[in-house]
């Protein structure tokens, strides 16, 4: 009785862990790289589509504060789908990708983590 309770302690056990290292997804690093050509402060946000997760964080934005290639890298999930979003500082009227609430369609605006490691460069203009 003794060694069946242990075979079963130990059998629990391997299985617990096997469970954990298979639901455990690796982490990638995906670099957005932005541009804006557009005459005004631009905010920028990523989506995922995979799960309720945005970066920098819930309410918050990068800034866009002139015309350099701004590099974002994000740590995400394999196969995550992460989705651009942005818009005028101020002004949530002038919007590019999913727009700040990430409701809006859009066309190539997406990009899946781990197809690479970075966007081409993505420029923001009229």
Same mark, same amino acid.
């Given at each position: 009785m003794r060694s069946l309770r242990l075979f079963i302690v130990i059998a629990v056990a391997a299985l617990t862990s096997v469970f954990a290292v298979g639901s455990a997804q690796a982490e990638e690093t995906f670099?957005? +790289?932005?541009?804006?050509?557009?005459q005004y402060k631009v905010q920028v946000a990523f989506f995922s589509q995979s799960?309720?997760? =945005?970066w920098p964080g819930p309410g918050e934005a990068f800034s866009l504060?002139?015309?350099?290639?701004?590099?974002?890298?994000?740590?995400? +999930?394999?196969?995550?789908?992460?989705?651009?979003?942005?818009w005028v500082t101020g002004d949530g009227n002038m919007t590019w990708g =999913?727009?700040?609430?990430?409701?809006?369609?859009c066309k190539k605006c997406c990009f899946v983590c781990g197809d690479g490691d970075m966007s081409p460069v993505l420029t923001l203009s009229d």
């Open positions: 670099t957005f +790289r932005i541009k804006s050509d557009y799960r309720n997760f =945005v504060d002139d015309s350099r290639t701004q590099s974002f890298p994000l740590r995400c +999930r394999s196969g995550e789908e992460i989705c651009y979003g942005a =999913v727009g700040p609430k990430n409701d809006q369609s």
